[in-house]
């Protein structure tokens, strides 16, 4: 098979650029500007992302403004994995898997080189969990942080005596985390740098290579192969990240994905086995759905072979996903990202607190367990004839159903309230304001028979609301979205409220 013959960087330096994140500020700013404007230009291919800038929030806020995560029954495994089993959303997944045949195909051909990245793809990283990783930021990052800066450093510990010693002394850290942009709700880390984009389901990434270094990006994956690799990639609804170019991101705004989530007309089905495929029968997954196939129906691209996932309505056998099937008629790219948000994802806000919560108390239970003795410090007693001894405090653990019970929906409103005014940067509302939105929150839960789901709604519509139409970070609809700024500076009217989280 074909091979091509890479240049030799030693004798083509300035073919490339060397920028990473080990650079100092100024050679880094260089090396990155030369290579968005010379190795990976807009100009290169119409079919880019950028989900280091304007495309960061891609599938992962909503076009209300709201975070959102893809719904698990939408998920479906990825044909060609590296290693362990992957996934993204149903529709990409097929996607793929047509993709990947293609280009080994065309490899078979001799039409791409064998040597290429693009060769034999496999899907090295797609959806990840981001319950997963928020559970992780939180155990290795926030929670530490806290026993080392605030328990340790401060000497806090003495005070915690109880849960609620617990929620006070936390609370003293919540404004310092949330300043340094360090989200503490599941939505406020959905909308941080420290969610990957990956979490969408819409992206899928063939090799294990970092985020940072722009040489490998150059040399690797902008190869010979490059220029007819994004024009295939789009006959299947795929665009690549022009920063990270291993990374793949189904376009909901290209007909061709368009057509996996409706489907096309069906020419062949397979309902008794395995679905034919142009590879080898050893390669075919036994575990996948029968197979249906039919031809794209865009102008230029009657050629290309579509995989059709098929749904049964009315006893009769249909072609792609029937809560899609609307998509057809959609009039704009903002239509389709709302059927796709409502059909495939959740929007996390009325998560926010059953999951912080428990969070909550089992970090206080781990740390009630490392040490369920304190021994409290003796008041000075001037004079004294006889030193005073340390009274020894045994601490308890706090139960599940004990929290709900003490604390229960009204914390979680107080607390869903602070903390997601804090992650917007609405936190500098004089305090009265603050207290006055807090006990209209109140309101609605006791006159709507204490539905905490309502209250919350109240305080996300009216209070904390959606990220803003601004410049710099997109969405799949084309619009774009930023933090809700806030001119007033003064923290120190929060104390009150910072300080009673129970």
């Not at 719904?71 to 993709?99: G, I, M």
């Not at 959609?330 to 607190?353: P, V």
């Not at 005073?388 to 869903?416: S, V």
Request: glycine share 6%.
């Amino acid at each position: 098979m074909a091979t091509q013959q890479l240049p030799n960087p030693s004798t083509n330096p300035g073919l490339y650029s060397y920028g990473s994140n080990r650079l100092g500020s100024r050679r880094i700013f260089f090396e990155r500007k030369f290579y968005d404007e010379n190795i990976f230009p807009d100009t290169l291919s119409p079919y880019f992302f950028e989900t280091w800038g304007k495309d960061r929030y891609y599938g992962t806020i909503n076009s209300q403004g709201n975070a959102v995560v893809p719904q698990e029954d939408q998920l479906k495994s990825l044909r060609f994995p590296k290693e362990k089993q992957k996934f993204t959303l149903n529709f990409v997944a097929d996607a793929w898997r047509d993709l990947a045949t293609r280009l080994r195909e065309l490899t078979n051909q001799n039409i791409l080189y064998q040597n290429s990245p693009w060769a034999q793809p496999l899907a090295v990283a797609a959806y990840q969990p981001p319950s997963e990783e928020y559970n992780r930021y939180l155990n290795d990052s926030i929670f530490p942080i806290f026993a080392t800066e605030v328990l340790g450093r401060l000497n806090l510990n003495q005070e915690i005596t109880g849960f609620g010693n617990f929620l006070d002394v936390f609370s003293l850290y919540i404004s310092q985390i949330v300043e340094g942009n360090g989200p503490l709700t599941y939505s406020g880390f959905i909308e941080s740098y420290f969610c990957s984009p990956l979490s969408s389901g819409l992206m899928i990434e063939i090799a294990d290579a970092e985020y940072d270094r722009d040489f490998e990006k150059g040399y690797s994956f902008k190869d010979r192969n490059f220029d007819l690799i994004t024009r295939i990639a789009a006959e299947y609804g795929f665009g690549i990240d022009k920063n990270i170019p291993w990374r793949l991101v189904a376009d909901l705004s290209n007909p061709a994905m368009q057509e996996y989530m409706y489907g096309v007309p069906i020419v062949e089905l397979d309902l008794e086995g395995p679905p034919p495929d142009r590879c080898h029968p050893d390669d075919l997954d036994p575990e996948f759905d029968p197979g249906a196939f039919g031809f794209s129906q865009i102008p230029g691209l009657e050629h290309v072979l579509r995989r059709v996932s098929v749904y049964v309505e009315d006893e009769v056998i249909k072609p792609g996903y029937a809560q899609y099937q609307s998509v057809r008629s959609a009039a704009s790219s903002r239509q389709i990202a709302e059927i796709y948000f409502s059909s495939a994802t959740n929007e996390t806000w009325n998560m926010d607190m059953d999951i912080f919560a428990p969070l909550m108390v089992g970090y206080y239970n781990k740390l009630i367990e490392s040490a369920p003795t304190i021994a409290l410090l003796p008041k000075f007693i001037p004079n004294a004839r006889c030193p005073q001894r340390a009274e020894l405090l045994e601490r308890h653990l706090m139960p599940a159903d004990a929290f709900e019970e003490t604390y229960g929906d009204r914390w979680k409103i107080k607390t869903f309230y602070i903390l997601r005014m804090a992650e917007m940067g609405l936190s500098n509302l004089d305090n009265l304001l603050r207290m006055h939105q807090l006990q209209e929150a109140m309101n609605v839960y006791n006159l709507g028979g204490n539905s905490l789901l309502q209250a919350l709604k109240y305080i996300q519509e009216s209070f904390i609301g959606a990220l803003t139409p601004s410049s710099g970070t997109g969405t799949m609809d084309g619009e774009q979205f930023s933090r809700n700024p806030n001119d007033i500076s003064d923290s120190g009217q929060q104390t009150g409220l910072y300080r009673d989280l129970y």
